[in-house]
């Protein structure tokens, strides 16, 4: 068998989720095609993705110490084909890359570098979302301006092109690799046949023709305008009093992702018009350097090009209200559901709570140890009691003093 | 990148050189994949300025990746063709300090790291007869008072112990807090923290004494509750004649240069460990460089004022026994309001140079 590592460095928003839910559901079953995917939970690439990029993520990074060199160790050993995913690999440096690739066995091992791709005139809005979904304020014209920017300044910017650029990703990830071992899976264009994606990602990571299982998505479900401006609200009005912790399972899980991307008879989240043109003609300069370096790619690259603009556009800074306050109420709705949850566990564990104190109660019911505990407790109150109390102790000894 | 004159760059500044990028004209055969980062380039050029670094040092820093989220790995500009994607070139010249720390606050947390922890101080059998207290309040106050008293034979605890809120002035005490959290945990920037912390309103609980003092009340007698604004009450409190011995103070910049390199050493060691290596093995380091102490901007002396009347009005109120004058609450020193870039650079490199690791040679592992 061949030995050989399928890198998948990204990049986001590219249906990376559900991919690493089914390799990591089925994982017993790619092990008996003699496919390694080394993961002993769901995020475990994550964390050896911010291992080798030396990344505080709100407090992971404590998890993720040594979480790489244990993974590439797993791969080295391994005889046959190993897969690797994560999308935040994108943003590696040069530097980082290769210590990626020579810790997986570049260059005496065969490794394959798979990178997913998506149009920007749908890659851009994700990404706004995606920031207003972790705390950010900044409106969508703010975001585009940003990005825009040539000088790609702040953490905003940074990102944003270290993840999304996709020759540069290539130029840090792929400057040594021969073109056909460089795998470029385009995301169909919106309303394509709804499995051509996986397809797709079947055929780069050697998939095709096995039985997965494939239910249960862990999908990262997308937002309206309208649902995305109520978010962003929020953010301004909450993020000084609800701290990360809380706002993760809070807004995040229960708002974003349970309640707001289910309304989906809301108008979608889309490009203006006047910032199309740039994301194209961007794509089309792209598009041309792939081309040039023969990678292989599965898919078309025409996917690159993405949707026209959408008509009529609707601006998420300057929502219709009317909308917005129904996406509102409907988050209203859930947190009183939540709230109703949480009243009910509340309620169970007082009722628990009563039950040991009661049991604790009758524990030390005795009348000799109540007269003992209100005496000692009347001593503690005055500085006198408790010199008496201190030399009734000494004169007992050690025994009864606490530690 | 096969640029000849990026590639003689390297190997002059690997050689001790100190010519700025823009100023440079020779050319060498390529000696590899990839040049290191513009960032890497200009701080070990910077580094051949201030000193003579190791070969190992040198070698460590061409070969280092900016930890963390901010500006990639930056090529140079004018070094062979210019790629139209990616980063634009950079004249490392005109490159931000703060891009710089982030290399150099890499390396010095492989060298914590690589340091361990200090041999722990010798500790005597707990005394029968000590005092029992409890301390609480300000984190920097609170460590060393506590490590010094374990030491000789007073560790907290004990029965109905008396209560002690040690605290000073308000400026202080946020300095305090912001950097023991970048040391344990991770936090914003001193100015972002201090914004929220202004949008926010209320002060942490263990920087305002009086909510401490309130959290203790129902559950001690209000008489065993003490807030110790003077340090020289302390003795008196814990039984002691000689005054525990407070942590050395950190200038500003090793206070952010701290915060820097703890958000990297977060990413190496579990949690526990970090926070030891932070506070016994990094923090000694840091204290070896003097300078200004950090203060709060004059700006939020109103914030800071009004809180600092509310503490001291509530604990009169209250009755609870304070130790100094109330009024120090609001007491402002001079410093500075920020850690500067150049001042942060400048002690990383001090401490690169020095070493690491070298610096304190004894090693508990």
């Known amino acids: 068998m061949t030995k050989r590592v399928l890198l998948h460095v990204g990049t986001p928003k590219t249906g990376t989720s559900y991919l690493q839910d089914v390799l990591f559901r089925n994982q017993q079953a790619l092990e008996d095609a003699g496919i390694l995917y080394p993961a002993d939970r769901f995020d475990a690439h994550f964390?050896?993705?911010?291992?080798?990029?030396?990344?505080p993520w709100g407090g992971l990074e404590a998890e993720a110490h040594g979480a790489w060199d244990r993974m590439a160790d797993e791969v080295r050993q391994w005889h046959g084909t190993t897969i690797i995913s994560h999308e935040i690999l994108a943003t590696a440096s040069r530097v980082q890359a290769a210590r990626a690739m020579s810790s997986l066995g570049h260059p005496d091992t065969e490794v394959h570098l798979v990178l997913s791709v998506r149009d920007l005139v749908r890659q851009i809005p994700a990404e706004w979302q995606e920031n207003i979904k972790h705390r950010r304020g900044f409106s969508f014209q703010e975001f585009l301006a940003t990005i825009q920017d040539p000088h790609r300044e702040g953490p905003v910017a940074t990102w944003f092109w270290g993840v999304q650029e996709i020759p540069d990703i290539l130029n840090r990830w792929a400057a040594d690799l021969p073109p056909e071992r460089v795998h470029l899976v385009t995301v169909p264009s919106p309303g394509g046949p709804p499995n051509l994606l996986w397809e797709r990602f079947c055929e780069a990571l050697g998939l095709t023709g096995l039985e997965l299982d494939r239910g249960g998505e862990r999908t990262n479900p997308s937002l309206g305008a309208p649902e995305t401006a109520l978010v962003r609200r929020i953010n301004l009005k909450a993020n000084r009093v609800v701290p990360p912790g809380r706002y993760r399972p809070l807004v995040r899980e229960l708002l974003a992702h349970q309640t707001l991307s289910r309304r989906t008879g809301s108008p979608r989240l889309t490009l203006p018009p006047d910032v199309h043109p740039w994301a194209q003609e961007l794509a089309g300069a792209w598009i041309d350097e792939?081309?040039?370096?023969?990678?292989?790619?599965?898919?078309?690259?025409?996917?690159?090009?993405?949707?026209?603009?959408?008509q009529p556009y609707t601006d998420p800074?300057?929502?219709?209200?009317?909308?917005?306050?129904?996406?509102?109420v409907d988050a209203i709705r859930a947190l009183l559901v939540e709230n109703g949850r949480l009243l009910g566990v509340e309620e169970h564990l007082n009722a628990q709570l009563a039950e040991t104190r009661q049991e604790l109660e009758r524990a030390h019911f005795r009348p000799t140890y109540r007269a003992r505990k209100k005496i000692v407790r009347g001593l503690e109150s005055s500085r006198f009691g408790r010199g008496i109390l201190k030399l009734y102790r000494f004169g007992r000894g050690n025994s009864s003093r606490s530690a | 990148m096969t640029d000849p004159r990026a590639w003689a760059w390297v190997e002059h500044l690997r050689q001790g050189g100190t010519t700025p990028w823009s100023e440079w004209a020779g050319r060498v055969e390529p000696a590899g994949a990839v040049v290191p980062g513009?960032?890497?380039?200009?701080?070990?050029?910077?580094?051949?300025?201030s000193g003579d670094p190791q070969p190992s040092l040198v070698e460590r820093v061409l070969a280092a990746s900016a930890p963390g989220r901010g500006q990639p790995d930056l090529e140079l500009v004018g070094a062979g063709r210019e790629s139209p994607f990616g980063p634009r070139p950079v004249d490392p010249a005109t490159l931000p300090e703060a891009e710089l720390v982030r290399v150099a606050a890499s390396i010095l947390a492989e060298d914590v790291v690589a340091a361990g922890l200090p041999a722990p101080p010798r500790v005597r059998r707990p005394r029968p007869w000590r005092r029992a207290y409890r301390l609480h309040g300000d984190p920097e106050l609170v460590a060393p008072v506590r490590d010094d008293l374990v030491a000789r034979g007073r560790p907290?605890?004990?029965?109905?112990?008396?209560?002690l809120i040690l605290a000073t002035?308000?400026?202080?005490m946020l300095v305090h807090l912001w950097t023991i959290r970048g040391f344990d945990a991770g936090v914003p920037g001193w100015r972002t923290w201090l914004r929220r912390m202004e949008e926010h309103g209320t002060l942490p609980t263990r920087i305002d004494p009086l909510r401490v003092a309130r959290r203790r009340t129902g559950r001690s007698a209000p008489d065993r509750i003490h807030v110790v604004l003077d340090p020289d009450a302390l003795p008196r409190l814990v039984g002691v004649r000689r005054a525990p011995r407070p942590a050395p103070g950190l200038a500003a910049e090793a206070r952010e240069l701290g915060r820097r390199i703890g958000a990297v050493v977060g990413v190496l060691v579990p949690a526990d460990r970090r926070k030891a290596l932070m506070r016994r093995r990094l923090w000694?380091?840091?204290?070896?460089?003097?300078?200004?102490?950090?203060?709060?901007?004059?700006?939020?002396?109103?914030?800071l004022g009004d809180h600092a009347g509310r503490i001291a009005e509530g604990l009169s109120r209250a009755g609870y026994a304070v130790h100094g004058n109330p009024e120090g609450l609001a007491l402002r020193r001079p410093g500075v309001d920020a850690p500067h870039p150049a001042a942060t650079l400048t002690l990383a490199m001090r401490m690169m140079l020095a070493g690491g690791s070298n610096a304190n040679p004894t090693e508990e592992e």
């Not at chain 1, 964390?47 to 990344?55: I, Q």
């Not at chain 2, 513009?38 to 300025?49: D, G, K, P, S, Y």
């Not at chain 2, 204290?287 to 709060?296: F, Q």
């Open chain 1, 317 to 328: 800074d300057h929502p219709a209200e009317a909308e917005v306050a129904d996406a509102a």
């Open chain 1, 47 to 55: 964390l050896a993705a911010l291992d080798l990029m030396v990344l």
């Open chain 2, 169 to 172: 002035d308000l400026s202080q």
């Open chain 2, 156 to 163: 907290p605890g004990g029965r109905s112990p008396d209560h």
């Open chain 2, 38 to 49: 513009a960032q890497q380039l200009e701080l070990l050029r910077r580094l051949n300025q």
């Open chain 1, 290 to 310: 792939i081309k040039s370096r023969g990678y292989h790619v599965i898919g078309d690259l025409g996917d690159l090009v993405g949707p026209p603009a959408a």
């Open chain 2, 284 to 303: 000694p380091w840091l204290a070896e460089h003097p300078g200004s102490p950090l203060v709060v901007p004059d700006a939020l002396d109103g914030w």
